[in-house]
């Protein structure tokens, strides 16, 4: 559930940067109701947390930035524990760029890219604020962010890939359930004699907290807030936690974190077979689409189907060899859904990319453009499982309520099945060796000003019914939907971006809280 649009891209430029945007949990990347969810029971919101002093931070140019682009870095320590506010102290990394027209400066925006394990502060570092953030939010706002603990600059975590390559992703059998097992404890295994205690304190809600100690170090009364995706999950939970400190808040591409790990799965699995026939569907009608007049769906299948029979190579991608089916099947939450505002900015376009790579393992067996544009196989997605295993566990019973799962995936998606975020998640955290600390449950918010929800009618990554469980959630939220698909309101609709803009800077809900799909007539009446 990060936006990750601009991997070629930022790998180009920039071989330490983060990747600005990951789709997502969607959880990112993010859905039909299974009959197999596990119903989550309500618990109680996190302990308050024990006063401490705001930190101070040291401003200074950042090292990575542009030469002559304005963004200021500084790191704040923070409680490694914030149940032991005295005890071990752990590095944040933070970052700001001003706002452009500080007569009109109405404060500081705070924004989460999504994850888990989006590097905020480090994108703004790279200079990103005006590739992520256009006209009066730009203008008006000091753009600021942190990189979670764990990541970046704040003591990140090296725990290796999110799925192994190689390793049964899909499993189809109890022997295959049980490898799956066995990945996921060795890797948690190594991430904790690597980092120790560490990875049992990268939760979603120490972040929160960290985020308040930021608002305070700043000087800010009240939170003004943006998350996307993931990021739509650590604005409710600091919501939760400190309701009467925000100004204003928008969680765009929700994730309900009451879902439950079997129907998010399901749910963003239906929504991702629809996009695959909007994907197909645009291919046929656009001349340009490197598949033109070939059935785009059938192409996947072949491609996929003999990747499974033998691994496709990729002779230009170091350090991937070659690609199996599975690999190929998790490229398609990276790689199938739209985040348009971005790729207008840096210029491609994910879908004509999709087709070209899709056309060169085919016609050329060469998956060497797929690499490229990656896959959660073989992802060094530094703190992804380990903050996801403590936030979204798998809550599997065993293998046959893994494969009842994958039989309901395959049923609600004939064709691209469980090829999405939820699953990658339960797969990944199958054995982690960590205990939850906040597995599924609803994040009730109650005493907040009213909260700004966006959504997109087809979100594979976050889709709409989230959104809408989330609100009756949040007392007094809003939401705003949009009739587009593609991951994130703000990034694939002028219409959204501009209400979600006009209620940052005023703190009032819009009066029309729907947006029509760009192109259409009621789209050229408005400003679409």
Request: charged fraction near 20%; glycine fraction near 10%.
């Amino acid at each position: 559930m990060f936006m990750n649009k601009t991997r070629t891209q930022t790998r180009t430029r920039h071989r330490r940067t983060p990747r600005p945007v990951r789709h997502g949990v969607a959880l990112g990347a993010l859905t039909l109701l299974a009959t197999t969810a596990l119903a989550p029971a309500t618990q109680a919101a996190p302990a308050p947390t024990p006063s401490v002093p705001a930190p101070s931070v040291a401003w200074q140019p950042c090292a990575e930035a542009p030469a002559g682009y304005p963004v200021q870095c500084g790191t704040m320590r923070v409680p490694l524990d914030w149940k032991k506010p005295a005890g071990e102290q752990t590095d944040v990394k933070v970052a700001r760029v001003p706002a452009r027209d500080q007569e009109h400066r109405v404060g500081a925006l705070f924004f989460n890219p999504g994850g888990p394990g989006g590097q905020g502060a480090s994108m703004l570092a790279y200079g990103y604020a005006d590739t992520l953030f256009k006209g009066p939010l730009r203008d008006r706002f000091d753009i600021v962010s942190l990189d979670p603990r764990g990541t970046g600059g704040s003591r990140p975590l090296d725990c290796g890939p999110v799925l192994d390559p190689g390793q049964v992703v899909l499993p189809k059998s109890a022997r295959e359930y049980e490898e799956m097992k066995r990945n996921s404890r060795a890797r948690g295994d190594r991430c904790l004699a690597r980092h120790g205690d560490f990875v049992r304190r990268v939760d979603t809600a120490s972040v929160a907290r960290d985020m308040d100690a930021f608002r305070a170090a700043l000087g800010e009364q009240r939170l003004t807030y943006l998350g996307v995706s993931y990021g739509t999950y650590l604005g409710a939970t600091y919501a939760q936690l400190f309701p009467h400190r925000i100004r204003a808040m928008v969680l765009d591409g929700p994730l309900d974190h009451a879902s439950g790990s079997s129907r998010f799965m399901l749910e963003e699995a239906a929504v991702m077979e629809g996009e695959f026939d909007r994907f197909s569907a645009w291919c046929a009608a656009t001349a340009s689409c490197a598949l033109h007049g070939e059935d785009a769906g059938k192409v996947y299948d072949r491609v996929v189907a003999r990747a499974d029979r033998t691994p496709i190579p990729a002779p230009g991608a170091k350090g991937q060899p070659a690609v199996n089916g599975d690999w190929i099947r998790m490229a398609l939450p990276n790689q199938l859904v739209r985040v348009r505002l971005l790729e207008d900015t840096l210029g491609f376009d994910a879908w004509a990319k999709l087709a070209e790579r899709l056309a060169a393992a085919d016609r050329k067996n060469d998956a060497t453009g797929l690499v490229e544009g990656g896959s959660y196989v073989g992802d060094q997605e530094i703190a992804y499982t380990a903050v996801s295993c403590l936030d979204l566990p798998p809550q599997f019973t065993g293998y046959a309520d893994a494969a009842a799962r994958l039989a309901q995936a395959r049923k609600v998606a004939p064709r691209t099945g469980a090829a999405v975020e939820g699953w990658v998640i339960s797969a990944s955290c199958a054995d982690w060796p960590v205990e939850p600390t906040s597995p599924w449950q609803p994040t009730t918010v109650r005493g907040a000003p009213p909260v700004l929800i966006a959504a997109n009618t087809h979100d594979p990554s976050t889709p709409l019914a989230g959104g809408r469980r989330l609100q009756r959630e949040i007392d007094g939220s809003r939401l705003l939907v949009t009739d587009v698909n593609g991951h994130v309101s703000y990034y694939n609709s002028a219409c959204a971006r501009e209400r979600e803009t006009a209620y940052l800077i005023s703190t009032k809900i819009p009066e029309q809280l729907t947006c029509p799909a760009p192109g259409t007539a009621a789209a050229a009446g408005g400003r679409e």
